[in-house]
């Protein structure tokens, strides 16, 4: 199942602004949208954005989402220690009908 | 709130059968997608299978397909996974999960070793 494509790691500072990228095609991100989700070790994942780019209530509005053709991009501003997590894409393909993550995204805050 | 709960994971022998559950409370199970996701050791977020609301449709990603069984019950609100034929690649946490994912149980760990 070919998954979706994100950087493997990022690292950025106290109060600075991440934004990690998430690249699909059109049978998935393109026409499809992507969720956004945090995941801490040890934890379950949490959903961060819908695909329709909705936060679920109760997330900061730190956690952004937008999409431009098949990319998606998760923005993180005013980084805070607890944003140190792994962050992950899934969208439905309609191709291979099934659902497809991206790899994940380690965010080291500095 | 919503919340959902797996059990059911287990060290199982290569070849062997195991069943997971998810126990839903807060809303109802058979009115939403349904989707198991499954993390290897150390691994990323890998989709298993998914039961649509209506007609209880199931699909499953390539290397389950045969093997691995999707269902629910109605009057438990409850989602399962029945696994047969289980190989070593298919160690990880389970995860079960509503919709998008906007809800996540805490996951059950499953252990494919002779």
């Known amino acids: 199942q070919a998954g979706l494509t994100q950087p493997p790691s990022m690292s950025k500072g106290l109060g600075q602004t991440a934004t990690v990228t998430c690249t699909g095609n059109?049978?998935?991100?393109?026409?499809?949208?992507a969720a956004w989700l945090q995941q801490h070790q040890g934890h379950p994942p949490k959903l961060l954005s819908n695909?329709?780019?909705n936060r679920p209530s109760g997330i900061s509005e730190r956690f952004s989402a937008s999409r431009s053709g098949s990319t998606t991009s998760l923005t993180i501003t005013g980084l805070q220690p607890e944003d140190e997590a792994d962050y992950y894409c899934s969208s439905w393909d309609s191709s291979l009908r099934g659902w497809v993550f991206g790899g994940g995204t380690k965010l080291t805050v500095l | 709130d919503e919340q959902l709960v797996e059990s059911g994971g287990d060290l199982v022998q290569p070849g062997g059968s195991l069943r997971l559950s998810c126990a839903a409370s807060?809303?109802?199970?058979?009115?939403?997608?349904m989707k198991w996701v499954r993390q290897a050791p150390g691994k990323g977020l890998e989709w298993v299978a998914s039961?649509?609301?209506?007609?209880?449709?199931?699909i499953y990603v390539g290397s389950v397909k045969g093997r691995f069984t999707i269902s629910r019950d109605s009057a438990k609100n409850s989602l399962f996974l029945q696994m047969n034929g289980l190989r070593a690649e298919d160690t990880a946490i389970y995860y079960c999960?509503?919709?998008?994912?906007?809800?996540w149980g805490q996951g059950t760990l499953v252990t494919v070793s002779s």
């Open positions: 059109s049978n998935n991100v393109g026409n499809q949208g």
């Open positions: 807060g809303f109802t199970l058979i009115t939403y997608w």
């Open positions: 999960s509503k919709g998008d994912g906007e809800t």
């Open positions: 695909r329709d780019n």
């Open positions: 039961i649509k609301p209506d007609g209880g449709e199931a």
